[in-house]
């Protein structure tokens, strides 16, 4: 069936493309990977946004690459539409038990110019899955100026360094 949808890619347009394109990642389809990378980092808008949600949902290798990139090139909407998915992949990966490759996402997510949210969302998920080698991120979003981005980094740093959260509170 995958192979259908792959095929009918080129044969489709419009919301019966963008179905396609859902379909696909909803399946996690892997083999979708090159098909979806053009139309990831094309012109058309709801096709691009569809086909970066599609590669999140898949999140292997191949798919977080063309996020990363997606992440890069893109503008405007496109480039919010890309942290949200290349987000996405992370949360998924680091669900599956993948942390080592979340974590990578989740650091240069919250260093870029990504939306408010999208970097707290990847402060957070960098505090769930990167362990003692997050703490220093967390601690120096806790000593920023950024309000939402203290509340995650003080939820992110009570579980498992409530020691080091409590000799910073006087500060």
């Known amino acids: ?6 095929e009918a890619l080129a ?21 979708a ?4 990378r053009p139309l990831a980092l094309g012109s058309q808008p709801q096709e691009a946004s569809a086909a970066l949600f599609a590669l999140a949902k898949i999140a292997n290798p191949a798919a977080v690459d063309v996020l990363s990139q ?5 503008n405007g909407e496109a480039k919010a539409a890309a942290a949200e998915a290349w987000l996405q992949a ?3 990966m680091a669900a599956g038990g993948n942390a080592a490759g979340a974590v990578p996402i989740y650091r240069k997510l919250y260093a870029s110019s990504a939306p408010a949210t999208v970097r707290a969302a990847a ?13 220093p991120t967390l601690m120096e979003a806790l000593h920023g100026s ?5 509340l995650v980094a003080a939820g992110a740093l009570i579980p498992g360094s409530s020691t080091q959260l409590m000799a910073e509170m006087p500060s």
């Open 33 to 36: 990977v090159a098909a979806l």
């Open 123 to 135: 402060l957070h998920g960098l505090g769930l899955a990167g362990g003692a080698q997050a703490v």
């Open 1 to 6: 069936m995958d192979r259908s949808l792959r």
């Open 146 to 150: 950024d309000g939402r981005l203290q």
């Open 70 to 74: 997606a992440q890069t090139q893109a």
């Open 90 to 92: 992370a949360n998924r």
């Open 11 to 31: 044969t489709t347009s419009g919301r019966t493309r963008i179905g396609v394109i859902n379909t696909l990642g909803v399946r996690r389809s892997v083999d």
